[in-house]
């Protein structure tokens, strides 16, 4: 007689301090059966009475430990079917654990204490929920015994639950009233609520259906996680989890990102009955054609049906952001999807999530910790996406800090874009110093190089001290050259285009050239906006690192002048709404906090404050005489 498959099934806590959660999870673990005795002795009292709250004193230990990104796993089970249940704080300042802790769960049960109803963090730990799609709620209004197991009290608080499920797009939701301390419709039905003819806790997480994620055979994702060949005489074996669809022996596969085909000859899995991997089974399976395949590639259905993911450069994410430093456009970071690694750059910010009324605010500067907000990302190879609404596996992803190693921020896919790259992949590459000495070429040209970075306001007046400064350097005898903003978009950076990451990336690129040319000899002037600070202190840090000087000019102009001039229509337009994302108007800006030198153009000699730029020039690099 075969043994019964038993299902698993996955469960995310929610909820605010003192809802009750770890009592509760004391309870599901102690009527279940699933404490080892000699946890259950150390918090028993010479009474026989267990404190069910400190059954997870071991959790927290385990966060503390960095147990997976501080979301603590407990495991119990009942005659059909085991689970795993994710303890994740309430505290607001543990917003990414939720997020962690329900990125692959089944249901959400959400902590209510029934005196205090539906609080600011259960709103948001359901919106979390819902937005990384789970479908199962249930709502445990806690604590009914200190209401007097009132059937009014209850209804406030499950019809408070109700329109909070109607705002969330009309989840469905199951509301039960519980006393996890004393056990009330946990695992065994109370006594105490004649009133209430639903099922317990444990009864609703029995009765919840589950199917194989995408079980056609048309939808099949398996990443490759290892490569082996035991012996010279056995084939090749490509292992992984199977992350949607199915796989059985004679099914055509196409390897990806390569699109290379080939057929299924064997396939094992844990039982040895099997003879269909089903998701989310672990498979190891041979192939007919010794084809080139390695971790990170994914095999897919090679059936004229099949249902192919994206090969794609670009993806808009939700980002959960988990350190205090903040992520902000053009941040390089690695990104991990599956068994893939890549290197990803953000190109924008879209929104971020307000916590207070869980609104989308527009065009955020930063995402700090815990954050939760939408993204742009351009990776540096392909990455083999699905939607997350369509696949959870292959449309999730962590960001890593590639200098520490540190997790620092998830992710789920909203779309995944294909992009042709502009320019060819670099492979070993290295910088080539000059085979002439700086101080010899400086020396020899009687010039002395350096970078003059102009930053403010449109309209301040950047380009017009900057065309002055150039002017007088020149007809002194000094080789200078202006970077203008308008100019570099006409050729050096005519790729690119105006969000957020694609001004950083300009903002680079222009650092990299005032870089080479300071270092020929050249006073160059950079006239750009540039109104992040992050993105100036990158200019400065690539001259730094070349022992080159770098004047950060502020053309400190205010605001209303700048509107007050106008001359290319840019504020009028952006007031009417006909231009987006103007600095001052509805983009920010980041006025130097340490500039080397502050100017206002309301009212002055524009050669008088040229004078005051070559002055400052002259003090920090000083011309040298010819030898």
């Not at 084939?235 to 199977?242: E, I, S, V």
């Not at 160059?524 to 730094?544: G, I």
């Not at 700048?562 to 229509?569: F, I, S, V, W």
């Amino acid at each position: 007689m075969s043994a019964v498959t038993r299902q698993l099934l996955r469960i995310a806590t929610a909820g605010s301090v003192d809802d009750g959660k770890s009592t509760l999870i004391g309870r599901l673990l102690h009527d279940t059966d699933s404490l080892p005795l000699d946890h259950l002795e150390a918090v028993t009292d010479a009474e026989g009475v267990a404190d069910l709250a400190a059954l997870s004193d071991g959790l927290r230990a385990e966060r503390e430990q960095g147990i997976t990104i501080d979301v603590a796993y407990r495991f119990f089970s009942t005659a059909g079917r085991s689970y795993i249940l994710a303890d994740t704080p309430g505290h607001e300042r543990y917003t990414r654990n939720m997020f962690t802790g329900a990125s692959n769960a089944h249901v959400a049960i959400l902590l209510v204490d029934a005196r205090a109803g539906v609080l600011r963090q259960t709103r948001r730990h359901a919106r979390i929920a819902k937005l990384l799609g789970i479908k199962h709620f249930v709502a445990a209004v806690n604590k009914i015994d200190l209401v007097d197991f009132d059937q009014d009290k209850f209804a406030v608080v499950e019809r408070e639950l109700r329109q909070l499920a109607g705002r969330l797009g009309n989840i469905e939701i199951t509301v039960i009233p519980i006393a996890a301390k004393l056990g009330d419709n946990v695992v065994h039905a109370s006594q105490h609520t004649p009133w209430y003819d639903g099922p317990t806790l444990l009864d609703y997480l029995e009765s919840i259906e589950l199917g194989a994620p995408h079980a056609e055979p048309s939808r099949l994702r398996l990443p490759v996680q290892w490569v082996s060949r035991p012996t010279a005489d056995v084939r090749r074996r490509y292992t992984g989890r199977l992350a949607a669809g199915t796989l059985s022996v004679g099914d055509p596969v196409i390897s990806l990102p390569a699109g290379t085909r080939s057929e299924v000859t064997a396939l094992d899995t844990l039982d040895d009955d099997r003879t269909t991997g089903v998701a989310p089974l672990s498979v190891s399976i041979e192939l007919a054609d010794d084809i080139d395949v390695g971790r990170g590639d994914v095999l897919v259905s090679g059936a004229d049906d099949a249902d192919l993911p994206v090969l794609a450069r670009e993806l808009d994410a939700t980002v959960c952001w988990f350190v205090d430093s903040p992520l902000r456009a053009g941040d390089r970071l690695a990104l991990k999807q599956t068994s893939n690694s890549v290197r990803a750059t953000v190109q924008e910010l879209h929104s971020r999530l307000d916590p207070e009324t869980l609104d989308e605010l527009d065009q955020p500067v930063e995402l700090t910790l815990n954050d939760i907000g939408t993204v742009t990302l351009r990776t540096s190879s392909v990455v083999i996406a699905d939607p997350y609404a369509k696949n959870r596996d292959s449309g999730a992803f962590i960001l890593i800090d590639e200098t520490t190693n540190d997790t620092i921020g998830a992710g789920t896919i909203i779309e995944a874009r294909e992009v042709k790259p502009g320019t060819h992949a670099r492979s070993d590459i290295r910088w080539h110093p000059s085979a002439l000495d700086r101080d010899h070429r400086w020396q020899a040209t009687s010039q002395a190089g350096a970078t003059i970075w102009l930053t403010g306001l449109p309209a301040s007046g950047k380009s017009t001290i900057a065309v002055a400064v150039e002017r007088a350097l020149v007809e002194s005898g000094r080789t200078a050259y202006l970077l203008d903003g308008d100019n570099l978009r006409h050729g050096l950076s005519d790729d690119l285009g105006f969000s957020p990451g694609d001004r950083t990336e300009n903002i680079r690129r222009v650092g990299h050239l005032t870089r080479l040319l300071a270092d020929a000899g050249v006073v160059a002037l950079a006239s750009l906006v540039s109104p992040l600070k992050s993105d100036r202190e990158t200019a400065r840090a690539l001259n730094d690192a070349a022992g080159l000087p770098f004047i950060e000019v502020h053309v400190a102009t205010s605001l209303a002048e700048c509107e007050k001039r106008d001359p290319k229509g840019l504020y009028a337009r952006a007031r009417s709404g006909e231009l987006k994302g103007l600095t001052g108007v509805d983009a920010p800006y980041e006025p130097p906090e340490d500039a080397d030198l502050v100017l206002d153009t309301a009212g002055a000699n524009t050669e008088d404050l040229a004078a005051q730029v070559i002055a400052l020039l002259d003090k920090r690099s000083p011309r040298p005489s010819s030898s």
